[in-house]
C-alpha cells in the first residue's frame, strides 16, 4: 500500500499560470482533503469530497478548483496563480466521514508562486 | 464555527524530561480531539486522539486530557526522547466534515 501519494511534490509557478496538483489513494476511502499549511496557521481546510463526483468548499476556497471524477484521485487546480498561494500543499484521505475520523496525508507538495 | 488556541508555538526539553502542550476550544458541543505529528518534512499522522466521554487517554509515553467544563485539552510526553521533536497539532471538529487545527507547537527534545 503506498497509502496517499501526491504529485508534484515541488512546482514553481509565475504569477498567473496554472497548474493541477493530483492526489492519489489506493486504501478505497470516501472522503478526500485538500489543505494548505503556512507558517505559524496550521491546517486549513481548502475543499474536501465525500465521494466520487461529490466537491465541497472548506475554509479556504478561493482561486482553487477541485474535481474527484475517480474514487481514488482528487485534483486541485490553481486557474491563475497568485503569490498569496504560495504554500505547502497536503492532502488527505479518511474512511469516513463524521467526527470520529482519521485523516491520512500524503507527502505534501510545496508551491512557489512568483 | 469552531475555533482552536495552541500554546506554546515552541518548546524545549531536555532529555528525560516532560512535555505538555495546551489548546484550548470554542465550540461546547465538540466531541472528538486528535493529536498529529509532523516530523520535519514529513506528513502529519495521527498520534492520539480523545473522544469527549473519557477524560484522560494514554498510549506508552504518550496521554492526553480533556477538561470539557473549561474547554481545553492537552497533550503530555513523558520521558522525552529526540526521536520526539517534532511540529505538533491539535484539532477539534467543525461542521461535520472537518477539523480545525491549532497553529502547531515545534517540540525539540535536547540530547
Known amino acids: 500500500n503506498a497509502g496517499v501519494t501526491q504529485t508534484p511534490k515541488f512546482r514553481v509557478l509565475k504569477t498567473g499560470q496554472s497548474m493541477t496538483l493530483l492526489c492519489a489513494q489506493d486504501?478505497?476511502?470516501?472522503?478526500m482533503y485538500w489543505y494548505r499549511q503556512d507558517p505559524g496557521m496550521g491546517l486549513r481546510l481548502i475543499h474536501y469530497?465525500?465521494?466520487?463526483?461529490?466537491?465541497a468548499k472548506g475554509e479556504v476556497p478561493d482561486g482553487y478548483n477541485v474535481s474527484r471524477l475517480k474514487k481514488q484521485n482528487f485534483l486541485l487546480g490553481l486557474e491563475s496563480a497568485a503569490p498569496s498561494q504560495t504554500s505547502v500543499y497536503f492532502c488527505?484521505?479518511?474512511?469516513?466521514?463524521?467526527?470520529?475520523?482519521?485523516?491520512?496525508f500524503g507527502e505534501g507538495s510545496r508551491l512557489t508562486v512568483l | 464555527g469552531e475555533n482552536v488556541e495552541q500554546h506554546p508555538s515552541t518548546l524545549s526539553v531536555q532529555e528525560g524530561d516532560s512535555a505538555v502542550i495546551k489548546c484550548t476550544y470554542s465550540?461546547?458541543?465538540?466531541?472528538?480531539f486528535p493529536w498529529y505529528k509532523q516530523e520535519l518534512g514529513k506528513r502529519p499522522q495521527l498520534i492520539i486522539d480523545?473522544?469527549?466521554?473519557?477524560g484522560e487517554k494514554k498510549d506508552q509515553r504518550i496521554a492526553v486530557t480533556l477538561n470539557k467544563t473549561a474547554k481545553h485539552f492537552s497533550l503530555h510526553i513523558t520521558e522525552t526522547q529526540p526521536e520526539d521533536s517534532a511540529v505538533y497539532f491539535c484539532?477539534?471538529?467543525?461542521?461535520?466534515?472537518?477539523?480545525?487545527f491549532g497553529t502547531g507547537t515545534r517540540l525539540t527534545v535536547i540530547p
Open positions: 488527505a484521505s479518511s474512511l469516513t466521514g463524521g467526527y470520529y475520523r482519521e485523516l491520512f
Open positions: 486504501m478505497n476511502h470516501e472522503y
Open positions: 469530497s465525500v465521494g466520487e463526483g461529490t466537491t
Open positions: 465550540d461546547s458541543a465538540s466531541n472528538y
Open positions: 480523545i473522544r469527549s466521554n473519557v
Open positions: 484539532a477539534a471538529p467543525t461542521g461535520a466534515n472537518n477539523l480545525f
